[in-house]
């Protein structure tokens, strides 16, 4: 009899719980909510604090810098200024600012932008990011690094509505750049009203398209449009959620069952039955996955040896066979992009890999010493891995073993050059080659692999100080051809797709774009 | 006993002293720190976020820094969630993981015993074989299988609840349903078990047959002597049950997306965000030792034959 009981109330609890799930559902779905699985629990809501890809999705809601991006093209479209002009030198960008407020009314003026740059620059606010802004603005490399005080630091609001800012060289993508959070205005008067709390709701005060409604660590962050936005016209969803979880499979079984309408994201192994679903949408993606060579290790501190093993590489097959989601095999580090034409790297048959590989001293990969392949936890880098491991062996006739690193620990390996071959992707911070190529100068901090060469650096610190145009492109490929066609200081091994779960049919103002920005302020339901 | 209880309590200090201290310097051996990323971050930009957080000072004075804010009750600042600090953070999600694992303790104790004791009245028939079977899948498969295959059965396939989520959400109370039964598999599985074993032992005994050739009722010999002495095995593995709530959560809170300090003892180790591990550790340590002391207090209570000096 109890167990009938029992038996009888989990099957009512069961039943109870779907209609009760199903209906909610339904009625959310009506006031246009978008939900959306953001990966991993925002790190902070204070843009001068952020260096995450999560993260900048929750900024496009929240926040607005002088420029904002068009969600199919990724340009810059207007935000907080109006207009822009440039002098004849292509340095001083004067930038016309529109009448508008934060959230509580208190208006944003040109005095809000000098004081939220020089609090991102200011080496007490330690912010991640700040070096983005240290390399572009005249004078904020100093200020940040403790050198010189914030006057040095070349922006200035000529009156309420006009802020200059001076840059250390023409950068053709300058004004996107600006789109960037490393760029975005904080409310510092509700800051100094609560430091150490303006993030949370009750204190939130923003200039985005939204404002901040909720924030539940590790369960949801919710927002609803903000009532003092200047454009809440083009604002049409009623509420955005936000939910992360690191585990991709959580995630991605939350889109598969309809407990969210946007995946970023979509898990290795289940790649194959979902490229046949109508809502996956892939696009090129401004991004790069290459093999770092530790150029002072032996047997890859021989250039003959680091080509072979690029030449030893199948990379139509990687892309097709393993990878599978659309890849592009790589050859150069920079992807193509507008205007710039990318080296052409290095290719050859596996003979000409052989045949280096001979002169280099090891015939038929006689002798070679066993090489290391670095890479941190994850199914699509481990595949990666087995794939080269298997092709340098049938190839080239050398043997490898994987080593496989927890994050930050491959990070640390990483930093320190303890490695002989280590995986690694870089994705652009805005859409310009230098974005691909300036890590690898000598002696920077990014350069695990220690690469160096005088005609490299020689090319991109001219490239650095040029105006926009053809000229700056072929300094900024001389040193590309140094790097990778010559030197081959990296191996390139394919140009990023951006992967995406989302209905089209039903979400609109949403298009798949190379940098994967999307502003929430142009989604709305169909 | 009441000077045990207070002994007792004066000992979980020095515990604690070592726990925190075995900690603070065990995460500081692993490689990598909490500000590394793909974007190793110019040496500048490292040396002022370092400096804000005092990781430039010598770990000893590190250690003094850290020690002093404990006894004070500030656990820190945690260095990947820069908004708020530990004390935030813990407050915020360990009620989540005490509801979930009161609710699985709750449920596996008592469908756990009534089990057992069903087992064990009806020793041998279809019915024992029944429990005990299911009890031997609870303890055999591990919760990390059990947890996705109940996702894929019941949300994925039948589509009645959803895969993940917490009951103050969209979803409501429903998402209870497959964390709980996933954290409690194992322990409703040790105790029916446990509790079955006991049960038939004192059935057998001398004072249960007294009671029967007094002519007590069933009901009364069932209640108030088997079951007393029946539960002791119980009672005492209760302390590692609730460890392996608190463990399992972890498990758990990550397939269902629950917001409890599991993930973030996960998600804090991963990150090297030193404060957060050691807030998390502390509370765990907390809690543990807390419940080992009510367990043996419980047991002096359940059975007069102990007694504590």
């Known amino acids: 009899m109890m167990k009938k009981i029992l038996f009888l109330f989990l099957i009512l609890l069961v039943v109870a719980g779907s209609v009760f799930a199903g209906g909610k559902k339904e009625a959310a779905k009506e006031k246009a909510e978008f939900l959306v699985w953001n990966q991993a629990e925002p790190q902070s809501l204070d843009w001068h604090q952020i260096e995450g890809v999560p993260e900048h999705r929750i900024y496009y809601s929240l926040g607005e810098g002088l420029v904002t991006s068009d969600p199919d093209t990724a340009e810059p479209l207007p935000g907080v200024a109006e207009s822009w002009d440039v002098d004849s030198s292509g340095l001083i960008y004067t930038f016309h600012l529109r009448k508008t407020t934060w959230s509580d009314g208190v208006p944003i003026t040109a005095k809000t932008f000098v004081d939220s740059w020089l609090r991102v620059l200011n080496p007490e606010t330690a912010a991640p990011y700040a070096w983005f802004p240290a390399d572009v603005i005249a004078g904020a490399a100093a200020y940040n690094s403790g050198e010189a005080g914030p006057e040095s630091v070349k922006i200035k609001a000529v009156d309420d509505s006009t802020f200059q800012v001076e840059l250390v060289g023409a950068m053709p993508a300058i004004v996107s750049a600006f789109s960037h959070y490393a760029f975005a205005i904080v409310p510092t008067h509700a800051i100094a009203k609560n430091p150490d709390s303006w993030t949370q709701p009750e204190n939130y005060v923003g200039n985005g398209p939204f404002v901040l409604e909720s924030w539940e660590p590790q369960d949801k962050l919710t927002v609803v449009p903000n009532d003092k936005y200047w454009d809440k016209k083009t604002v049409k969803l009623d509420r955005i959620v936000y939910i992360p979880t690191d585990d991709d499979n959580v995630g991605f079984n939350m889109y598969l069952n309809g407990e969210v309408d946007w995946a970023p994201e979509v898990p290795l192994a289940q790649l194959e039955s979902v490229k046949l679903m109508d809502d996956y949408v892939v696009a090129p993606y401004l991004g790069v996955y290459y093999y770092i060579f530790q150029v002072e290790k032996e047997p890859v501190n021989d250039v003959r040896v680091r080509k072979a093993l690029s030449m030893g590489l199948d990379r139509d097959t990687l892309v097709k066979k393993v990878t599978g989601a659309g890849e592009t095999a790589a050859y150069s580090m920079v992807p193509p992009m507008a205007g710039y034409k990318p080296t052409p790297g290095v290719k050859g048959t596996i003979d000409d890999a052989k045949k280096l590989l001979a002169e280099a001293g090891y015939p038929g990969g006689k002798g070679f010493p066993e090489i290391e392949i670095l890479y941190n936890t994850s199914d699509r880098h481990l595949k990666i891995a087995e794939f080269v491991q298997e092709q340098w062996e049938k190839n080239l006739g050398i043997k490898c073993t994987l080593v496989n690193q927890e994050w930050k620990t491959y990070l640390d390996t990483r930093k320190q050059g303890e490695f002989m071959v280590a995986r690694a992707g870089w994705i652009a911070d805005y859409p310009d080659p230098s974005t691909f190529l300036e890590m690898f100068g000598s002696g920077k901090a990014m350069n695990g692999g220690k690469y160096s060469n005088k005609i490299f650096d020689e090319n991109m610190e001219a490239a650095a100080r040029m105006a926009p145009g053809p000229e700056r492109f072929a300094k900024l490929r001389k040193a590309e051809d140094v790097f990778i066609t010559e030197d081959h200081g990296v191996m390139p091994i394919y140009h990023y797709v951006s992967q995406s779960m989302i209905d089209t049919n039903k979400w609109g103002g949403w298009y798949p774009n190379a940098m994967d920005w999307h502003p929430t302020k142009f989604i709305y339901k169909k | ?309």
């Open chain 2, 1 to 309: 006993m009441t000077r045990y209880i207070i002994r007792r309590f004066l000992g979980l200090f020095p515990t604690l002293l070592i726990i925190i201290t075995i900690s603070f310097f065990i995460i500081r051996i692993a490689p990598g720190g909490p500000f590394d990323s793909e974007k190793t971050l110019p040496k500048q930009i490292m040396e002022n976020i370092e400096k804000k957080y005092h990781l430039d000072e010598p770990l000893l004075k590190q250690y003094a820094r850290y020690m002093i804010s404990v006894m004070r009750g500030d656990l820190g600042p945690s260095y990947r969630y820069k908004d708020q600090d530990v004390n935030y953070y813990i407050g915020k999600s360990l009620p989540n993981s005490l509801i979930l694992g009161s609710i699985a303790m709750t449920i596996s104790l008592v469908l756990g015993i009534l089990a057992g004791m069903i087992s064990a009245l009806r020793q041998n028939t279809w019915v024992d074989y029944l429990v005990m079977s299911v009890a031997i899948i609870g303890i055999t498969i591990p919760l990390f299988v059990i947890g996705p295959v109940l996702v894929y059965i019941f949300a994925m396939k039948l589509g009645w609840l959803p895969t993940s989520g917490w009951f103050t959400g969209r979803y409501g109370w429903v998402t209870l349903i497959m964390p709980v039964i996933t954290l409690s598999a194992d322990k409703f599985a040790y105790i029916a078990r446990l509790s079955r074993a006991s049960i038939l032992e004192i059935l057998r005994s001398d004072y249960i047959r007294t009671a029967r050739a007094k002519g007590l009722k069933n009901s009364t010999i069932l209640f108030k002597h088997v079951l007393k002495g029946g539960l002791l095995p119980v009672v005492s593995y209760l302390g590692p049950a609730f460890s392996a709530v608190l463990t399992g959560s972890i498990v758990v809170e990550t397939v269902f997306r629950v917001p409890g300090l599991g993930k973030f003892f996960v998600q804090s180790a991963l990150n090297r965000d030193y404060t957060l591990i050691l807030g998390t550790v502390i509370v765990y340590s907390v809690i543990l030792i807390i419940m080992n002391f009510v367990v043996d207090i419980i047991y002096a209570y359940l059975d007069p034959r102990i007694s504590y000096k």
